[in-house]
């Protein structure tokens, strides 16, 4: 049998990092963590967790994580459309947070280091080291070396996020960048609907602003290229002008002050279909594994999700720790993490190319507007309190109806019919590779592969 210093070692100690590390701990793993840098960061990911979220780091005894440094707790959502708003509410009165991801961070890694079983290595990871066909830890070399040190466990953890080092030896997917976002941080700003996250429905595409402390809202603005934003005269007169003109009125102060002050920062939103490939000794967990678009913030609810599912699974088998108990539990995690995330992975990238769609944005604006299950239904998806694909699929084409039904009538001319097909091709077009992304059932895979052919 193969000599281990460690039961696991994590490489990251960012959200998915940090909690599964911390998790395991607490049931008596013998854990290493490897991460380049344990001061706090600041960044504009990870500053919006839904419901969903909430209920995984509370149900694994880690939801103190989200107390004593001002985060917001987030109560529903607020939708603008040129002149016209409204607001939903989550269902059941739950509650999302908003807040600066580098003081979630801060206080998930002090559950690190107040256990004693739990050891965190600060340096940066090179490789994995194999032997016999199984991952048998990782090389690192620590903050300030010049040669690597080794870690060894019985299994590696891989939570290096969006820019792995690791994927390609441990998935066979395919990274791409769907848009670009600019995060400012606006100070002092008066809300619409304070406690809510506020999509702006704008032209070409989306804004999102929400609070992440008493005094701090951040902004995240679209832009739909595959070339980041350049900093300069062009970009700063297009925040004000275009963007800024769309921002609702008690927003604009506050937006104008933070285009002015110029701190801008800017993040490549990545779509990473899941799809590992099993290898002894190592898994995927978080952003090395699966991204979807960032407009729902469901990232950190799918990554926590998946340190739950493969958590509990590594917990069961503590006491004997085998390499084919671990093996089996890392195929399990992988074979059961769509069927949760599916609903939140699907709606990510769908609600963003509704929202760059003129009909598909108007006819789902309406839908919501509705209100009753029409409205309540998909924030609960949204959110991930509710994680049934079935129903996001539902309401997916009940969209795309609706709005046809709005362009058709009462004048159903030719070019208004041909309009509303395009529009529901266009849906069928958006929605279909996101389900097969899923690895969705026999069925739903035949309806999908018809549906596509019907609306070639």
């Not at 880690?62 to 107390?67: D, I, S, T, V």
């Not at 690597?148 to 466990?153: E, G, L, P, S, Y």
């Not at 084919?324 to 539990?329: G, L, P, S, V």
Request: proline share 5%; net charge neutral; aromatic share 8%.
């Amino acid at each position: 049998m193969r000599e281990v210093d460690f039961d696991i070692c994590v490489i990251g100690a960012g959200v998915a990092g940090a909690s599964i590390a911390a998790y395991l701990g607490r049931h008596g793993f013998r854990v290493a963590v490897v991460e380049k840098d344990m001061r706090e960061q600041d960044r504009i990911v990870g500053e919006l967790m839904q419901p969903g979220g909430v209920t995984q780091l509370q149900e694994m005894g880690l939801g103190q994580a989200l107390e004593g440094y001002d985060a917001q707790e987030i109560t529903g959502y607020a939708l603008f459309l040129r002149d016209q708003h409204f607001s939903i509410e989550y269902p059941g009165a739950q509650t999302g947070r908003g807040l600066r991801n580098g003081k979630l961070l801060q206080a998930l890694r002090a559950e690190l280091l107040a256990q004693k079983n739990i050891t965190v290595l600060e340096g940066n990871a090179v490789s994995l080291t194999e032997a016999d066909c199984v991952i048998s830890g990782v090389q690192y070399i620590p903050k300030g070396a010049d040669t690597t040190a080794t870690v060894n466990a019985a299994l590696t953890i891989v939570c290096d996020g969006m820019f792995s080092a690791f994927r390609e030896k441990l998935s066979d997917t395919t990274k791409t960048v769907s848009s670009y976002f600019l995060g400012l941080l606006m100070k002092d700003c008066e809300l619409p609907f304070p406690g809510h996250g506020h999509v702006i429905a704008a032209e070409p595409s989306p804004v999102l602003v929400y609070p992440v402390s008493s005094e701090e809202t951040r902004v995240l603005i679209d832009f739909p290229s595959d070339q980041a934003p350049r900093k300069g005269e062009e970009l700063t007169h297009y925040l004000r002008e275009t963007i800024g003109s769309q921002m609702p009125k008690e927003i604009q102060p506050a937006y104008y002050r933070a285009v002015e002050e110029g701190k801008f920062r800017v993040m490549p939103n990545h779509l990473i279909p899941a799809n590992p490939r099993l290898k002894a000794g190592a898994v995927l967990v978080g952003d090395s594994l699966n991204m979807r678009h960032p407009l729902t913030g469901g990232g950190m609810t799918v990554a926590l999700t998946d340190v739950h599912n493969l958590a509990d699974r590594l917990i069961a088998i503590r006491e004997t720790f085998a390499q084919e108990q671990i093996e089996a539990a890392v195929a399990a995690f992988y074979e059961t993490r769509y069927a949760a995330n599916a609903s939140i992975n699907i709606l990510a990238d769908a609600l963003y190319k509704v929202m760059s769609d003129p009909d598909l944005k108007e006819a789902c604006y309406s839908y919501l507007q509705q209100g009753g299950k029409k409205s309540e239904v998909p924030l609960s998806l949204l959110s991930a309190i509710n994680r049934d694909s079935n129903k996001l699929i539902q309401h997916f084409f009940a969209v795309a109806v609706h709005g046809a039904k709005r362009i058709i009538l009462p004048h159903p001319t030719p070019a208004n019919i041909s309009r509303s097909y395009r529009m529901i091709r266009n849906a069928v077009h958006i929605i279909s590779p996101l389900v097969l992304s899923q690895r969705p059932g026999m069925f739903t895979r035949a309806t999908f592969s018809v549906a596509e052919k019907v609306f070639a």
